[in-house]
């Protein structure tokens, strides 16, 4: 008897345990919690007055069932609200001074230490709803009285996962997950989500270098207040950091020839760009109330965000608003760029098949749907295009006829960026020379001269890098050349450094370049601190005069023969490229000029 009482008492434990566990990454309510325990407590209550009167086992699993029923009850009863997200992680931050821009007065909030002013949720454009849903950003009105700016505005309209998802996510991808009862809230998603945050530094200030931040997330999914990206690091250094919604997915890339025709511009197919360059002219004409230089504006993005940077850089209608950019992990500079773009005539079907699925003959009945029924189409939109508006033509089409908007050039990728993009996709001596061929077709006996696999570990590794250097490396190579044949000074660098959380993986750069590794982690060590004082320091001088050497910080020579990259891992230091012989092949398929 006692030892079924040990067990039972244990596997109560367990189970109470596994419950409030997932109400934690759940982000339930508080009061999920309570009830989960008083549950608990009357199951116990009811499982000895069972044993006493020895009823029959049916009882005892009714008792148990029920209790398990009663728990999902209290997680969809308890499920977490929607919450906007604060500017600081500070109870009762104190309040700026105000400030005024052209549309009004706003207030944001010191950081905990009171070095950054942050201000969030700041519109730069009308809200792209109704008849404006698929139209030209419009120009913000203005407002009356002071804009609490202290809160985040919705994250732009995206398929949404449920919040267990998320911490899981966050365990597995970044095993950084915090167990708190803060954060029991989810954040807002939503169509009105054209607004712009700023991080500067405390106090007066005039003509700081102003840095321009666009979100990546494969131009369907992203949010501004990710604290890997967050201003807070370089504003402490003396930056402003800038950064946006902007529209996504098929609110942000659907392209539909009734829309160009019903445009004073005719364009279709880029309203996501045409956001961002609507935030661009926004700090261009507001920035100087926080001290900003408006005229020392640098551009910097990731992933998909880089490959809007990189697409802004030719785009006629951007000329003027920055003068040099940053682009990790991704460019469409290539002759055919392996994501993030597609032809007019692509995008036109995708909006044909759009209308199919969702039962809609015109533009006008997608925009009477509701925004959480065209969501699911984020899939198949997701690409800008030449829309002969916003672009005239191919980024590479324009840099080599010497068209481009920047004066100098950032650049770089991660020595891991396809490890997060081929979790199920590992190669083995089975498929790994179709998987080759499926791609480069009749070069395939070629690139398996440079990359002749003889183990299933040897095929994964080789995949591994054949696929990073296709999305990603090569493209960056593609786009210093062009740099190089335009005379525009271009730096080039290779992160690899590991750590205890998302190492030299797609995004894993973000923390170090923008200073905020958090004090208390202990998934990094003294090394990771150095070497993000360090890209800080060389974003830092880049952002203001376009040049990232200064002060101790190791010599970073431009990369004019494009073979020769910055290394941020265990050392800084130059080193030579190291995928030539495979980019070759990649010039002859894509019919590099």
């Known amino acids: 008897m006692k030892v079924k009482k040990v067990l039972f008492v244990s596997f109560s434990a367990l189970l109470l345990l596994l419950m409030l566990a997932v109400l934690e990454l759940n982000k339930n309510t508080v009061f999920g919690f309570i009830l989960a325990a008083a549950i608990a407590a009357g199951f116990y209550a009811v499982h000895r007055l069972i044993?006493?009167?020895?009823?029959?086992?049916?009882?005892?699993?009714?008792?148990?069932?029920?209790?398990?029923?009663?728990?999902?009850?209290?997680?969809?009863?308890?499920?977490?609200?929607?919450?906007?997200?604060?500017?600081?992680?500070?109870?009762?931050?104190?309040?700026?001074?105000?400030?005024?821009?052209?549309?009004?007065?706003l207030q944001g909030v010191y950081n905990e230490d009171k070095s950054v002013e942050v201000y969030t949720g700041i519109p730069y454009a009308e809200p792209p709803?109704?008849?404006?849903?698929?139209?030209?950003?419009?120009?913000?009105?203005?407002?009356?009285?002071?804009?609490?700016?202290?809160?985040?505005?919705?994250?732009?309209?995206?398929?949404?996962?449920?919040?267990?998802?998320?911490?899981?996510?966050?365990?597995?991808?970044?095993?950084?997950?915090?167990?708190?009862?803060?954060?029991?809230?989810?954040?807002?998603?939503?169509?009105?989500?054209?607004?712009?945050?700023?991080?500067?530094?405390?106090?007066?200030?005039?003509?700081?270098?102003?840095?321009?931040?666009?979100?990546?997330?494969?131009?369907?999914?992203?949010?501004?207040?990710?604290?890997?990206?967050?201003?807070?690091?370089?504003?402490?250094?003396?930056?402003?950091?800038?950064?946006?919604?902007?529209?996504?997915?098929?609110?942000?890339?659907?392209?539909?020839?009734?829309?160009?025709?019903?445009?004073?511009?005719?364009?279709?197919?880029?309203?996501?760009?045409?956001?961002?360059?609507?935030?661009?002219?926004?700090?261009?004409?507001?920035?100087?109330?926080?001290?900003?230089?408006?005229?020392?504006?640098?551009?910097?993005?990731e992933s998909a965000g880089a490959a809007s940077v990189s697409a802004l850089c030719t785009s006629p209608l951007a000329k003027g608003l920055f003068k040099r950019v940053i682009l990790e992990s991704s460019t469409v500079a290539s002759v055919n760029p392996p994501h993030s773009f597609r032809t007019m005539e692509e995008a036109l079907e995708a909006g044909k098949k759009t209308k199919e699925e969702c039962g809609c003959s015109s533009v006008d009945e997608l925009r009477k749907l509701p925004a959480e029924k065209l969501v699911a189409q984020a899939d198949l939109h997701h690409h800008m295009t030449v829309d002969g508006y916003a672009l005239t033509e191919t980024p590479y089409e324009s840099y080599k006829k010497g068209v481009h908007n920047e004066e100098a050039i950032l650049h770089g990728y991660n020595d891991e960026e396809s490890a997060a993009f081929i979790i199920f996709d590992h190669a083995n001596m089975k498929n790994y020379e179709q998987k080759i061929r499926d791609y480069f077709g009749d070069l395939t006996d070629e690139v398996l001269a440079i990359y002749p696999a003889e183990t299933d570990e040897q095929a994964d590794e080789y995949w591994a890098e054949i696929y990073g250097a296709v999305f990603f490396d090569y493209p960056h190579y593609c786009l210093n050349r062009l740099a190089v044949e335009n005379h525009i000074p271009v730096y080039e660098y290779l992160f690899a450094k590991t750590n205890g959380r998302l190492g030299d993986w797609h995004s894993g750069e973000e923390v170090y370049c923008y200073g905020n590794i958090p004090d208390s982690s202990k998934l990094y060590d003294s090394r990771d601190r150095e070497l993000s004082a360090q890209m800080v320091g060389y974003w830092k001088n880049f952002a203001a005069t376009g040049d990232p050497n200064g002060g101790s910080l190791p010599k970073w020579l431009q990369n004019k023969g494009s073979d020769k990259v910055m290394l941020f891992g265990d050392t800084t230091e130059m080193i030579g490229e190291k995928e030539h012989a495979l980019f070759a092949l990649l010039d002859k398929k894509d019919g590099w000029k």
């Open 51 to 105: 044993v006493k009167k020895k009823n029959k086992w049916y009882l005892k699993c009714a008792a148990w069932l029920g209790w398990i029923a009663l728990f999902v009850g209290v997680v969809f009863l308890t499920w977490p609200p929607v919450q906007s997200v604060p500017a600081v992680n500070v109870k009762n931050p104190e309040a700026t001074d105000i400030v005024t821009v052209r549309q009004g007065d």
């Open 129 to 301: 709803v109704g008849e404006l849903r698929w139209k030209e950003p419009q120009d913000p009105k203005p407002w009356d009285g002071v804009l609490k700016a202290d809160h985040f505005a919705p994250m732009s309209m995206q398929p949404q996962k449920l919040p267990i998802v998320n911490s899981l996510t966050q365990i597995i991808g970044y095993h950084d997950y915090e167990i708190s009862l803060d954060d029991n809230y989810t954040e807002p998603v939503s169509e009105d989500s054209l607004y712009l945050n700023i991080w500067k530094p405390a106090g007066s200030a005039k003509k700081l270098p102003v840095l321009v931040y666009v979100h990546g997330g494969s131009l369907q999914t992203g949010q501004p207040w990710y604290a890997d990206y967050s201003g807070e690091g370089l504003a402490k250094e003396g930056v402003i950091v800038v950064n946006m919604g902007y529209r996504l997915g098929i609110f942000g890339y659907y392209a539909d020839e009734e829309l160009a025709a019903q445009s004073p511009n005719g364009t279709t197919g880029n309203y996501g760009m045409l956001d961002q360059i609507k935030a661009l002219e926004w700090v261009r004409d507001n920035i100087a109330a926080f001290g900003g230089d408006p005229d020392n504006v640098t551009l910097a993005g």
